[in-house]
């Protein structure tokens, strides 16, 4: 696990919820091109032949999508609106669920970073 593996991450994890899930969409590039099944961590391996530039330029497009994503669904509907694209099960899950999973996303991997940061530094938190 590296810091641009987590920025990548979720970059990716951004267009799987705000844009392929909620609204059915295509993957954006880089993304797009990846075999998924072949290489299920592509994000989190790949982002070492990336520069940190690249990282929070892909990172920063990718919330910026997120959000105008949202703004659009919020035109059509409110936070309980359902996905476009279903859950296998058919189920489908609220904006307001996405957006919520999204909270738990960025402090799981912000745990991460804080603990890579631990392993540098060698100070801990309170």
Known sequence: ???????????YVEGEWFSRSL??????AP???VDWKADP??????????TPEQLRTL??????????????ALTRGGLDQLARRPWPDGSAP????I???MIEEYARHN???DLLREAVDGQTGE
Do not use: I, P
Not at 1 to 11: F, I, N, P, R
């Open 59 to 72: 990172w920063q497009d990718a919330v910026d999508r997120s959000r105008a994503s949202v703004a659009d």
């Open 31 to 33: 993304f797009d091109a």
């Open 1 to 11: 696990m590296t810091l641009g593996g987590v920025l990548k991450h979720m970059a």
């Open 94 to 97: 609220s904006l307001r669920w």
């Open 41 to 50: 961590d592509w994000d989190w391996h790949s982002a070492a032949n990336d």
């Open 23 to 28: 609204h059915a969409r295509d993957r954006d």
């Open 111 to 113: 745990g991460h970073a």
């Open 99 to 101: 957006l919520c999973h």
